[in-house]
């Protein structure tokens, strides 16, 4: 089993819709990271967080640290937010990362 | 903003070169990672460095080494290419050891021929 898990793995959603991707995790944390992969591979980080909530655009992060879950929404879809988003974790025993599958999210006009 | 910047884009080597992955960050970051990426398999880590001349093996270090001669600069070296080292490979680097934003490279195709 994965240390992090994320669903769904394929996501299709028509402009407008609002959308949740989950990742769940096994291990202790200090941070959980949300990251985004356009085609081309170049990746950008969009959140990091340790507790609660984060805020960025149409884009909300939220985390539940006794739960072992974190959740990334998009208000307000769009083509453009047509992406890879992978989860990632920091182990709370060192600073490397652990990285889901990703989910591949396709936003048609 | 910070930027992490890969050598290259696309590469094709044969089987048995020596291949040299560069990166360099500009914000002084103390942590550099090199992961690859596979369909299926997502990023795996590869090398990462804590400090300059530093280096710890990440989960895949087989058949990859690494030099870090300077803070700015972590090269990846496939000593000898084989074909199961074609990959997708990102350069990472970070401020402090946890708990900070991570910025990553745009990525290098390698293919092995």
């Known amino acids: 089993k994965n240390e992090v898990e994320q669903s769904p793995q394929n996501l299709t959603a028509q402009e407008g819709e609002f959308i949740t991707i989950n990742c769940s995790y096994s291990?202790?944390?200090?941070?959980l990271h949300w990251l985004q992969q356009h085609p081309g591979g170049g990746i950008v980080s969009l959140f990091m967080l340790s507790s609660g909530k984060k805020k960025h655009g149409r884009l909300i992060a939220t985390i539940n640290i006794q739960e072992k879950h974190s959740s990334l929404h998009i208000t307000a879809s769009h083509p453009r937010d047509s992406a890879v988003y992978i989860c990632a974790v920091e182990e709370t025993s060192g600073s490397r990362l652990t990285f889901g599958e990703g989910t591949q999210l396709t936003v048609n006009p | 903003d910070v930027k992490v910047t890969q050598s290259s884009r696309y590469l094709v080597k044969r089987t048995g070169e020596k291949v040299f992955l560069e990166c360099v960050q500009d914000?002084?970051?103390?942590?550099m990672f090199w992961y690859r990426q596979d369909p299926g398999l997502g990023l795996r880590l590869i090398y990462f460095s804590y400090d300059v001349k530093m280096k710890e093996k990440g989960d895949i270090p087989e058949g990859y080494s690494v030099s870090r001669e300077k803070k700015e600069r972590f090269s990846l070296i496939l000593e000898s290419a084989s074909t199961n080292q074609t990959s997708m490979y990102l350069c990472?680097?970070?401020?402090?050891?946890?708990?900070?934003?991570?910025?990553f490279g745009q990525g290098t195709r390698l293919t092995v021929v």
């Open positions: 914000m002084d970051h103390e942590n």
């Open positions: 291990v202790g944390i200090s941070a």
């Open positions: 990472a680097s970070s401020l402090v050891r946890g708990r900070t934003e991570a910025f």
